[in-house]
């Protein structure tokens, strides 16, 4: 008996360690698109998100006034002023006129540039260059710099994304695909699964056979012959292609197969006794399926809520061949991915929209998640 307690506790201990890992490598990544996205940019190019609380380091480039600014001053030509002008200051530990020689000299002291030719930079950017000689050309010295700037956080990232790239629109475009996308499915799988389970019909074992096999069906096979027969159907009709409706369609068809498969398991599993009495008492089919089978089945129409929700709201290829690249079609991943080519190199900008990616899909899980294990359980362990 001591042995199986203690085999428990390490059982339980090991299944705790497992979900701890789970959570750590799940949360650190979205952590990081968190920070980063409230991140300044230049800090984000200086220093990884993990050290976005302390101060950061960088090595930059300036240049000073041009010949035209210069004054005489004890019988030398002077340029001085701030190198930030107008813009953030930050503290300077060392600068250097060479690009290979950054931090050649510490900040404050001065350096002899030649010719006679001094510079003094201090460490709050305050610099004087002087010279035996006036100072020649429309263009200033070349500076370089390392400085190092307190954390700044700003939402500015959100307001550029949302109103100047297009992600908002994007994001009330997904939300068009994606909630009819999850209600449909749900509504005709519902009806199906109980028909399925409690309708005694010809061809019903039939039925349920083709459907388990469509589960293997791979999507990408389905996808052209899908989309000419649509477009068939549009021609004849007079429908335009690229629409809301097409998408809505082949989200719903995709999703049937695994939605009225995973229902139909819960579904058969509900005590016959319940369904007999209500019969017993004069209760239709769809009285049934409305009054008992609906109220007893919410943890596994959640479940699939959330996976035909996360399925749609991060789908590309579909998105792509169904819908058009326009302002008011192109979904949130698609957007997401020509910013990928256009701003590549804009960090700020790619967390940003990737964070607003992602914080949809974790509020309907975080939403819904005490029903989604409860429901695919359920569905397991009663079978069909």
Known sequence: MAVATGNSLASRFGVHFAVLVFVVIWTIPTLGILVSSLRDKDQIIASGWWNSFSSSSQTEAGRLPAASTQIQKDGKFVLQGNIFGDGAKRNISAFGVKSAAPTQYPAGSTADLGDGVT??????????????????????QRVYYASSAPPKFTTDNYKTVLFSEGIGRSFMNSLTVTIPATVIPILIAAFAAYALAWMRFPGRALLIAVIIGLLVVPLQMSLIPLLKLYNGVGTFFGVPSKTYLGIWLAHTGFGLPFA?????????????????????DGASDFEIFVKIVLPLSFPVLASFAIFQFLWVWNDLLVAMVFLGTEADQIVLTAKLNALLGSRGGNWEILTTSAFITIIVPLIVFFSL???????LLAGSVKGG
């Open 119 to 140: 510079l003094q930079l201090n460490a709050d950017g305050g610099f004087v260059m002087q010279s035996p000689k006036a100072f020649e050309g429309d263009r200033g």
């Open 369 to 375: 998640q005490r029903y989604f294990v409860r429901g």
């Open 260 to 280: 009225i498969y995973l229902l139909r398991s819960y579904i058969a599993g509900l005590p016959r006794e319940i369904m007999e009495s209500a019969r017993i």
